[in-house]
Nanobody
Framework: QVQLVESGGGLAQAGGSLSISCAASGRTFSRVAMGWFRQAPGKEREFVAAISWSGGSTNYTDPVKGRFTISRDNAKNTVYLQMNNLKPEDTAVYYC????????????????WGKGTLVTVSS
């Protein structure tokens, strides 16, 4: 069992940066791939980024490549999303997710979800 709690959301200006975190409980954290999804108002939830259990592999959706960086610290049971050069279209609720493989994260085969944190980017 893995429980996920996001933090760090808030308001940023376009072109600015924001970092969000996801703290996980459970001894299996280091054995699961992690990822971030987002859901903008009136839109479906979409994949943003994924990282393998070791941190050695990452995957990003095209709109965030070169701007967002996903990382994890297994000693702290925490996964991070550093967001740079933010755009108004990045405004969404960001959800932390855990799956049994990075492929599972990318394809949406999610075993555990967090409750989300709101990121708002003003123009």
């Amino acid at each position: 069992q893995v429980q996920l709690v996001e933090s760090g959301g808030g308001l940023a200006q376009a072109g600015g940066s924001l970092s969000i975190s996801c703290a996980a409980s459970g001894r299996t954290f280091s054995r699961v791939a992690m990822g971030w999804f987002r859901q903008a108002p009136g839109k479906e939830r979409e994949f943003v980024a994924a990282i393998s259990w070791s941190g050695g592999s990452t995957n990003y959706t095209d709109p965030v490549k070169g701007r967002f960086t996903i990382s994890r610290d297994n000693a702290k049971n925490t996964v991070y999303l550093q967001m740079n050069n933010l755009k108004p279209e990045d405004t969404a609720v960001y959800y932390c997710a855990a799956a049994y493989s990075i492929y599972g994260v990318v394809t949406g085969a999610i075993a555990y979800w967090g409750k989300g944190t709101l990121v708002t980017v003003s123009s």
